[in-house]
């Protein structure tokens, strides 16, 4: 690389210093000359004999003087031997130097990036900068459709997916992502593993994007002209992709969160807080595919709405109901109850779905007779004087989950004891809560029941035993 | 004959700048280096160079002292510096422009600016 220039050699203070040094103790006519013949130090002297001052073999100067002058020779060939090592040090240094601020400014960059998008075009950016290249992508891991696919690139288009299904070619990014492993190749063509694209790229590096424990995606460079992708390009790399892997990592955390998020505020309509944040954090318990389940249901409905209308302008109506739908649907949540519907001004609500509960009668009993307290307690006297409501109360095996088209699904019961706890609702006069045996059985020790006989309900052959909640 | 002082107390350092000045020193300027204040503005009065890298934190004087004594003095005044600061230093650059300084390059630094704004700072002093 750099020439060792004496010239240069003997700028140097100390070098300079050293040499002075010498030249006076061999304390003649001496001088120390260039290649060229430039005096650099010293005086010269016509009659003097010229030794070469020698470094691998090369003459990079003389020293002229009497022929003890050949010492100062020596010498000063091991002062410009030792600067050259210097050398040597510094500038290999100062490539690790280089690396170390770049990676550095390149870490203060992406460090806060919290866009996916924004965090691989960054990586690509930097990328492009310090390797040779025509073309580079960040592929990440689909997890739906196992492929690895482009989510940013840069120069000459690359083929957009990667399939990792066994039996189609996976490319060279398909082998990396499975080993892990960073690697070269300089000549595509003679690599068998090469999926051609619409754009041929003759040389290319691949990183694996390597989280703690997992292989998210990979970094892909290329170049359309055959390049010699060197070591130290691709430790370059490694060091970039192993930052990016990291934010990236960060920023998928963060995407999935948001999302979490949206789907959270949407469950939290129907679901108390509590049961979201149960659903969200033991994913294992929760099913939304319809399965068949043992749960509690309550059906709650005021009496006489219609006549009640009538004596109120539509407006007003909707009104007072949503004030008592906020109320009623409170202590339903409160107890641990999942909003399933409103139907009119009739409220269907579960227990014991999604998430399981060993409880559920008793819970939907301790919402009911909560819901009949807070009705009369309301501070809307025009509520308390018009809205009686009756519920009623089944428990029994049903179809619970998500159930309708694709374009509208709703998280639903259906089941024969569905239909009886709406026919145990109908019976029950203002102020009344009516239950079925089987709730009856779970909680006879834990509250008073009146028993008011059997009644018989529309499709079914057997009756159904009917008893009262009695609470003050 | 052009001259650049670098001033480091951290022998690495220097050698680091040094080397990231390599081209220009192959084409013919001089390189001086010190290690502490007093013998950077022993060499400024002395060498009078066209530029200094000056750290901040360095003995027996610091980078703020030797820019402010280095600007204070009509000899010396138009010689531009570039203060050298660590990393997310707010404080130091108001003290820095007080102090008259030209630029400021932070560390970890970049081999390639310190490179180009040497150049740019060498031009504009010919």
Redesign the interface.
Known sequence: M?EI?LK?IL?Q?ANRDAANDILVLLGETVCIQDTDGTVIMGAADDAAVKHAIQLSNETIGWVCGSDSAGTAASLIASLAAGERE??A???E??ER??E???L??FIEKIALCLNLNEVAKLVIEETRKNIANTSASVMLLNQRTRNLEIIAAAGKEYSPKTTLKPGVGIGIAGTVFFTGKAEIVNNTSSDSRYVKGANRTASLMCAPLKTRDKVIGVINVGSEKPTVYTAANLRLLNMLTAQAALVIENAVFHENKLKEERVKSNLERYIAPQVVKAIMESKANIVFTPESRRITVLFSDIRGFTNTCEKQPPEKIVEQLNEYFTHMVDVIFTHGGTLNKFVGDMIVALFGAPAKSDTSEKQAIEAAIGMQKRLQSLPSAWIRNNFHTGIGINAGEVVVGNIGSPHHMDYTAIGDEMNIGSRLQSMAQGGQILVSRSVYEATKTLFSFKEIGSVQVKGKNTSVEVFEVLYQ | MQTILIVDDEP?IR??L???L?EL??QGV????AGDGKQALDIIKKEKPNLVFLDIMIPRMNGFDVCRALKDDAATKDIPVILLTA?GQEFDRQKGSEAGADLYITK?????EVLARARELLRMSE
């Open positions: 750099a220039n240069k700028s203070q210097r050398r040090l510094a500038r240094t100062l130097y280089k170390l601020a770049l550095y400014r | 690495h050698l680091l040094e080397q990231s390599e020193e192959n001089v390189l001086l280096t990393k970890p630094f970049d081999p390639d």
